[in-house]
T-cell receptor
Framework: KAGVTQTPRYLIKTRGQQVTLSCSPI?????VSWYQQTPGQGLQFLFE???????NKGNFPGRFSGRQFSNSRSEMNVSTLELGDSALYLC?????????????FGEGSRLTVL | KNQVEQSPQSLIILEGKNCTLQ??????????LRWYKQDTGRGPVSLTI?????NTKSNGRYTATLDADTKQSSLHITASQLSDSASYIC????????????FGKGTSLLVTP
């Protein structure tokens, strides 16, 4: 069973640009959530999607957005990049049959904003 | 406000020694608590889950405990190995708010030879 796949693994952008990150969940998982991880701040919840609908949202500005497709694949977009957006962005999927089920994380997309 | 506090923030121990990581939470109503291990540059991986009725659960050299009354959990690592060097994250799930997850900031463990 393939794990959670995130692309790209590494990317470098400049301030003001936008970026789109992709996440393919484990087959059969309809819940996909996104997290920002920076040194000292731990994992910060961005949003969760379930069956193409945003189910929960964290406390991030509107520059951060996401969507989920009918095949459960998800994308997140960050517009007008700022230096502080440099971080590891992690995607996780979990089985919706167990709401409190284990999160399965991808390897992450490391974004550097110059 | 639901919060999860982990201590210590970082820890350095010698290979072969034991250590204990702490997680205190104010999440209510409590659903479950998971410990995740995150190796550098990798995504976190679940080590163990604790539900309300469980006090102790082991996964190899990792033993998690839960005191639901005091809202505290610990992760004990026995006979540490170099591969235990990682960040350990405590995640507590609330029974409401769509089972929202509350994350601790993690404890960074370094095991030295």
């Amino acid at each position: 069973k393939a794990g959670v796949t995130q692309t790209p693994r590494y990317l470098i952008k400049t301030r003001g640009q936008q970026v789109t990150l992709s996440c393919s969940p484990i087959s059969g998982h309809r819940s996909v959530s996104w997290y920002q991880q920076t040194p000292g701040q731990g994992l910060q919840f961005l949003f969760e999607y379930f069956s193409e609908t945003q189910r929960n949202k964290g406390n991030f500005p509107g520059r951060f957005s996401g969507r989920q497709f009918s095949n459960s694949r998800s994308e997140m977009n960050v517009s007008t990049l700022e230096l502080g957006d440099s971080a590891l962005y992690l995607c996780a999927s979990r089985s919706d049959r167990v709401p409190t089920g284990e999160l399965f994380f991808g390897e992450g997309s490391r974004l550097t904003v110059l | 406000k639901n919060q999860v506090e982990q201590s210590p923030q970082s820890l350095i121990i010698l290979e072969g020694k034991n250590c204990t990581l702490q997680c205190n939470y104010t999440v209510s109503p409590f659903s479950n608590l998971r410990w995740y291990k995150q190796d550098t540059g990798r995504g976190p991986v679940s080590l163990t889950i604790m539900t309300f009725s469980e006090n102790t659960k082991s996964n190899g050299r990792y033993t998690a405990t839960l005191d639901a009354d005091t809202k505290q959990s610990s992760l004990h690592i026995t006979a540490s190995q170099l591969s235990d060097s990682a960040s350990y994250i405590c995640v507590v799930s609330a029974m409401n708010s769509g089972y929202a997850l509350n994350f601790g900031k993690g404890t960074s463990l370094l095991v030295t030879p």
